[in-house]
């Protein structure tokens, strides 16, 4: 092999007059590259790095060698640059490509495409989505119609109810609790204010203007006439004055002032319901436990005996028999302890309805608590 110092000689023979130096700067300066392009230019540094160690190595044998270091590193610039120049290009023209890839797919003024469709592929599609939604909306107004074909504007058509209907008083205080002082109209106001509203509805002014005076403990029954409806149908009176001293005419505070309150019953609506029998109509009777019944004390109830007459039934809904008035029971409190809850429990006795279960304990009843204070 032949020596380095050897090599060096025999180049510098076939070498001409060294080439002027170049204008071109050199790596050692910034160069501001990204991506891939820097990578490459580190790799192209490096090998920039060996050629200027090759070429110090040759200085130590002669000017000849100095000449052949200059033209190798103004090659090497030329390769490098070009390099840089050409990955740089492609990938500006990669950048431009998907820009302009990006652009037509938006809207393509060649082929006038929106989104990648013409006018007629659009048209088409918003053609089909209208008579599909059309479609739909036609089976959902075929299907209410026939549904609707099915119901009764004056009876329902299913009825899922129990076998006894519930039970609720008037005034219903807070979660069907009743505290008061006797001596604090603030405190019992709104049970009066309560009960005035509720009874408005059986002013005896109003009710012998609008219902009929029936005959008591039996039925009102009035049936349609095959498919000749019977309505509007016709309701019973109950007046105001049924209640006694708790229809707020001789005591317009209703007994809350004297601590004797009055609390008003009723049995909700069922239609159809018939709660007795025989003649007998349902009733109302209130207790309390074994070891609450002295402080409950007497009771007095409105209209005698607690009843529910039969003279108000069935009921034919609220659209059959508009002006229905639903029957009442009150339950006046006579000397009930001062200072203590007492828990009462009212329920309707009929000789057709079934007792509460265990299952619905609240059939046919209603518990609510009350309190009178002296101070």
Not at 47 to 52: E, I, M, Q
Not at 131 to 140: H, K
């Amino acid at each position: 092999m032949m020596p380095l110092c050897d090599w060096c000689r025999d180049v510098t023979h076939r070498l001409e007059e060294p080439p002027p130096p170049p204008v071109i700067p050199s790596l050692s300066a910034s160069l501001i590259v990204t991506g891939p392009v820097r990578s490459i230019t580190r790799i192209l540094w490096n090998l920039n790095t060996g050629a200027a160690a090759a070429r110090t190595s040759c200085r130590h044998h002669g000017n000849s060698s100095r000449r052949l270091g200059a033209q190798s590193d103004h090659h090497l610039h030329i390769f490098i640059l070009f390099f840089i120049t050409f990955i740089m290009s492609a990938a500006k023209q990669d950048d431009s490509k998907g820009s302009s890839d990006w652009r037509d797919f938006l809207w393509n003024p060649r082929t006038h495409e929106l989104l990648g469709r013409t006018a007629a592929s659009w048209g088409l599609v918003l053609l089909f989505y209208l008579l599909f939604y059309l479609f739909l909306g036609g089976m959902f107004i075929l299907t209410m119609y026939i549904m609707l074909l099915t119901l009764d504007d004056y009876k329902p058509t299913w009825q899922d109810r129990l076998a006894t209907p519930g039970m609720m008083i008037h005034p219903k205080g807070d979660q069907l609790e009743i505290h008061f002082r006797a001596s604090d109209s603030q405190s019992w106001n709104g049970f009066v204010q309560s009960l005035d509203g509720f009874l408005s509805a059986y002013n005896d002014s109003y009710q012998v203007h609008t219902n009929d005076n029936c005959p008591p403990n039996q039925y009102f029954i009035q049936e349609d006439s095959g498919e000749v409806r019977n309505n509007p149908k016709r309701s019973c009176q109950f007046n105001r004055t049924m209640l006694g001293e708790c229809s707020g005419i001789p005591d317009r505070f209703y007994g809350y002032s004297s601590g004797q309150p009055c609390i008003l019953i009723k049995l909700n609506r069922v239609i159809d319901l018939l709660p007795g029998k025989d003649g007998q109509s349902p009733y109302v009777t209130c207790g309390t436990k074994r070891e609450d019944r002295d402080k409950m004390g007497s009771l007095e109830y409105y209209p005698p005996n607690g009843t529910f007459n039969l003279m108000y039934y069935p009921y034919y809904g609220k659209n059959a028999q508009v002006n229905y008035s639903q029957p009442l029971v009150a339950v006046k409190f006579l000397n009930a302890s001062l200072n203590t809850d007492i828990s009462v429990d009212c329920k309707v006795t009929s000789n057709t309805l079934v007792d509460g279960s265990d299952r619905d304990k609240f059939a046919g009843r209603v518990s609510f608590k009350l309190r009178i204070n002296d101070k």
